[in-house]
Structures are given as structure tokens and as C-alpha cells.
């Protein structure tokens, strides 16, 4: 496609439920990231992707996140058992590497009530 | 600690009211410095990448320029589209990017 595309972009989850957040990158791209955004905050970062190899998962707040990339495009964020603080919206963005600049999707915001 | 520091955090301008943008970071490390807009319900948009100081950028009524501890983002004689919250983030090796608080800036008619 031509931009990232987030799936599905507003989710209304009860509190201890699972839920899973879906990413479709630019094609090609090799590096894949999501951050999560707190209202009237920057975006903070939770992980990193190149190509199918987790990188870096150092912003994952607990272990309740987990994020695969199995064959190094579609990217899943999985938060088990949510709470009210997940509430939030959850970016996913893509770049063809190096540092070069990062395109991002339109979001997922995930309501926990 | 890598950190983003932007100023301020509201803006209010008339139409045609040039400002500035302010963004201090952290420079260890850096690979570089961007600027992107983010429209309410909407995913950040890139606007400009900055390397070295010294170094500007230009697009529209928008330029970003960077010296060794901060960048600015000056709007001349704005317009209500450019309403916006205005985001600044460093780049480490890894390409992940570290983002200030924002700006939102609001232009009226």
C-alpha cells in the first residue's frame, strides 16, 4: 500500500481483556517501530523491528506487551489482561532503515474501561 | 538520558504572525533531528530532517534550522491550516525516535 495502515483504528476493551493491534508497514521497509501516545504527549517509544528480529524492546512498559513481526512485515502489538493506563493511542511507524525518516500510521486508540 | 525539550507548549497566533518553535536535546549520539506535524485523530507527517549545525530546511511558510543544542521551527506569516501540533524527536543509532512533549499551535483569522 501506499502509506501504514493500523487495524483497527478505535478499540473499546474491558478491563483484563486481551487485545491485539494490527500494523501493515510500507512495502519493503525493514525497520518497524511502535510507540504509544498518552493524550497531550509526544509519542513514546515501545519497540523495534528489523526486518523479523526484535531489536530493541526496552519501552515495553510490562510484560503484558508483546510485539512479533514473524516474517518481517505485518507487525502485531498484543497487550494481555489491559488495564486503564493502556488507555492510549498505539502507533505504529515504518522506515527503510539507516535512520532515515519514519512514516507513521494513523493510530489505534485503545480504550480500557 | 536522551531528551527532547519543546517550547512552548501552546502557541496562539494572529493570521500572519510570524513565530518560532523552540527544541533543546540531547546531543550524544545524535543521528539526527526531526520535525513532524500531527493533526488531531491523525499520525505524526514528516516534515523536515536535519543532520549538522548550522544546516536549514525549508517547505512553504515552514524552515527548520538546527545549531549544536537545539533546533528551531519558524512559521512566517502563518495561516489557519497550519494549526497543528508540532512535534520535534532525536534519532539514535537505531532510528528510534525520542519525542518532545510537542507544541500545539493554534492560528486564528
Known amino acids: 500500500g501506499a502509506g501504514v495502515s493500523q487495524s483497527p483504528r478505535y478499540k473499546v476493551a474491558k478491563r483484563g481483556q486481551d487485545v491485539a493491534l494490527r500494523c501493515d508497514p510500507i512495502s519493503g521497509h525493514v525497520s518497524l517501530f511502535w510507540y504509544q501516545q498518552a493524550l497531550g504527549q509526544g509519542p513514546e517509544f515501545l519497540t523495534y523491528?528489523?526486518?523479523?528480529?526484535?531489536?530493541?524492546k526496552s519501552g515495553l512498559p510490562s510484560d503484558r506487551f508483546f510485539a512479533e513481526r514473524p516474517e518481517g512485515s505485518v507487525s502485531t502489538l498484543k497487550i494481555q489482561r489491559t488495564q486503564q493506563e493502556d488507555s492510549a493511542v498505539y502507533l505504529c511507524?515504518?522506515?527503510?532503515?539507516?535512520?532515515?525518516?519514519?512514516?507513521f500510521g494513523q493510530g489505534t486508540r485503545l480504550t480500557v474501561v | 538520558e536522551d531528551q527532547v525539550t519543546q517550547s512552548p507548549e501552546a502557541l496562539r497566533l494572529q493570521e500572519g504572525e510570524s513565530s518560532s518553535l523552540n527544541c533543546s536535546y540531547t546531543?550524544?549520539?545524535?543521528?539526527?533531528l526531526f520535525w513532524y506535524r500531527q493533526d488531531p485523530g491523525k499520525g505524526p507527517e514528516f516534515l523536515f530532517t536535519l543532520y549538522s549545525a548550522g544546516e536549514e530546511k525549508e517547505k512553504e511558510r515552514l524552515k527548520a534550522t538546527l545549531t549544536k543544542k537545539e533546533s528551531f521551527l519558524h512559521i512566517t506569516a502563518p495561516k489557519p491550516e497550519d494549526s497543528a501540533t508540532y512535534l520535534c524527536a532525536r534519532s539514535g543509532n537505531t532510528g528510534k525516535l525520542i519525542f518532545g512533549q510537542g507544541t500545539t499551535l493554534q492560528v486564528k483569522p
Open positions: 523491528f528489523q526486518n523479523e528480529a526484535q531489536l530493541d
Open positions: 546531543v550524544s549520539g545524535l543521528r539526527g
Open positions: 511507524a515504518s522506515s527503510s532503515g539507516g535512520g532515515t525518516q519514519a512514516f
